[in-house]
């Protein structure tokens, strides 16, 4: 049985004052169902949401999302922090290939925009270990600064060698209308932006915002019905570990339950430029030179998390349709053409959990 991306809907990443969580989530999916030729009442909803306990006082999130779209559907919220995305489409799939439902709603929403920085980090610390991290004070942001002085020391590159992770997806996201942060930056500005903590400066972190985004995945049998995706997600893959200075156990991991297959297209969750390096040398590139050959690859022509912007739980959601987009040609921004497979990588913050979806025309 194919799993097919039947129809998805997203807003741009920015910040909604104004808006509730709620709210959010019911514009995205009314949107969806519209580009339905008839409607459906999904037999599963899944809320892909991170923080909603902290930032906006709320549990019970998918019953009320659920409910005010008007379906009795049984629903879920799947939290696994800023992996949220990807864990809720590794259980979608999982679902539908098992036969116990033929529709899956999975909305992605999150709000980061109402709190100053020092608030926000205090959500965020939840992403460390309570006992040996959190506790002592280590954000990850730091954690992510001494991710890069190890590297820096192991392949012997200096600072310039991140700057380009920075300016090509600034240069992408300038082209995607779904970006938060839609402008150019030159090399100088990123290399002399503010420190945020020693060398890790401000254009190495992605800037977080609020998003919705909503996809509804099917069997093949109904997508024929509903809708006319022509985009398949043919394998998802999981796995967990512990953090390393210059390697993501997680992501290597799943990367080889999944075969390492052949892609055309890569999404990946580049929230830090350091990241952005392991993630890519994970998947193949070369260790200590993976940011000088991703250009002229097409990588997160979105403009990835440091340009499109940082939506928490819910970015694995728009890195979904991002791809989904791209393969069948539909994506407003840079295109990559003739694609025919594509991999989306949706990790946490650090990458003690990865989900890679891999989709097909």
């Keep these: ?9 997203m807003i741009r990443v920015d910040r909604y004052y104004e808006a509730s969580l709620t709210e959010l989530g019911l514009a995205a999916a009314k949107s969806l169902f519209e580009n339905l030729k008839e409607k459906v009442e999904p037999d599963v909803v899944l809320i892909a949401n991170g923080y909603s306990e902290k930032t906006a006082n709320q549990v019970l999130l998918s019953s009320k999302i659920t409910r005010a779209l008007g379906f009795g559907s049984p629903s879920f919220r799947v939290e696994s922090g800023d992996a949220s995305g990807g864990a809720s489409i590794y259980t979608a799939y999982k679902m539908i290939k098992s036969g116990s439902v033929k529709t899956a709603l999975i909305i992605g929403a999150e709000k980061l925009s109402d709190f ?14 309570e006992e040996y991290e959190s506790r002592v004070g280590i954000l990850p942001q730091s954690y992510s600064a001494l991710r890069m002085k190890s590297y820096m020391k192991k392949y012997g590159v200096d600072y310039d060698y991140f700057v380009n992770w920075p300016y090509l997806m600034h240069k992408y996201g300038s082209e995607n209308p779904y970006a938060y942060l839609k402008f150019q930056v030159d090399r100088d500005t990123a290399k002399n932006s503010q420190l945020v903590s020693e060398p890790l400066r401000l254009f190495d972190t992605a800037a977080r915002a609020d998003g919705v985004a909503a996809v509804l995945l099917a069997s093949e049998e109904v997508a024929k019905k509903i809708g006319e995706g022509d985009v398949k997600v043919k394998e998802v893959s999981s796995s967990s570990g512990h953090l ?10 799943a990367f080889a339950k999944m075969g390492k297959p052949k892609f055309d297209y890569l999404e990946i969750h580049d929230s830090y430029s350091i990241q952005a390096a392991l993630i890519l040398e994970e998947l193949g590139f070369t260790r200590g030179r993976s940011l000088e050959e991703v250009e002229g690859v097409p990588v997160n022509f979105s403009g990835g998390l440091k340009s499109r912007g940082y939506p928490g739980g819910a970015t694995g959601i728009y890195q979904l ?6 393969l069948s040609g539909d994506f407003p921004g840079r295109r990559v053409q003739g694609a025919e497979k594509a991999l989306v990588v949706s990790t946490d913050d650090l990458g003690y959990s990865s989900f890679l979806a891999y989709l097909s025309r």
């Design 1 to 9: 049985m194919e799993v097919v991306v039947s129809s998805y809907s």
């Design 116 to 129: 100053p920085s020092s608030y926000l980090n205090e959500i965020l610390l939840q992403n460390m270990e």
């Design 244 to 253: 390393e200075m210059d390697r993501i156990p997680s992501l290597r991991g």
């Design 321 to 326: 349709i991002e791809a989904a987009m791209q």
